[in-house]
């Protein structure tokens, strides 16, 4: 009879650690699936993060190219003006002229300010966005997982531990008498 209870015994921890190691892989594949999806989202935030400030980039150099060119063109224009009136000679001629220049160059160094300003912005935000994904992966990599060879699995309807050596493993129960099974020895 004690044979029989042994040899039933073992079966049902054979039952019991092939169970546990079906619904542990059940559970890792779960969360290598969720890593990927998390990293599959990230890359592609990060794409689209990167595309959107490429655009606004290259709109910010587009107005800042117009901008310069009608101030080139009002620069043109000025200086037909100052060698007309240097013909004319006199302090009267340069002075219009020296003021039209420092005008430009004010309206330039403005003009280039806030496209800095802008480009500054747009970098700030997407090193922002980056940043927050990557602690998004960290925690997604620092979820807990079983040891090696040791799964959950669904048996005869009933959920179980797979992969724990019974004469190995400490077991011991918590305050309130529910039973456990340590599953790394972390004791020495």
Avoid: C, F
Avoid at 165 to 182: F, H, K, M, Y
């Amino acid at each position: 009879m004690s044979e029989r209870l042994a040899e039933r015994k073992a079966q049902q921890l054979g039952a019991l650690e092939q169970s546990t190691q079906e619904l542990l892989n059940e559970h890792e594949s779960a969360l290598q699936q969720l890593l990927n999806d998390a990293r599959r989202t990230t890359e592609n935030a990060i794409r689209e993060q990167s595309h959107q400030l490429d655009t606004a980039l290259n709109n910010a150099a587009v107005q800042q190219r117009q901008q310069l060119e009608a101030i080139e063109q009002r620069l043109s224009i000025a200086a037909t003006q100052a060698e007309r009136l240097s013909r004319v000679g006199g302090l009267r001629s340069w002075t219009r002229p020296l003021a039209i220049t420092a005008a430009v160059m004010i309206a330039v160094g403005g003009v280039t300010a806030g496209g800095l300003l802008l480009t500054d912005r747009l970098i700030n935000s997407r090193l922002e966005r980056l940043a927050m994904l990557q602690e998004e992966i960290q925690r997604a990599e620092q979820v807990p997982r079983l040891p090696q060879g040791v799964e959950i699995r669904g048996i005869q309807g009933g959920t179980y531990l797979v992969g724990i050596d019974p004469r190995a493993a400490w077991t011991g129960s918590l305050q309130n008498g529910t039973p456990v099974i340590e599953l790394t020895n972390t004791r020495d």
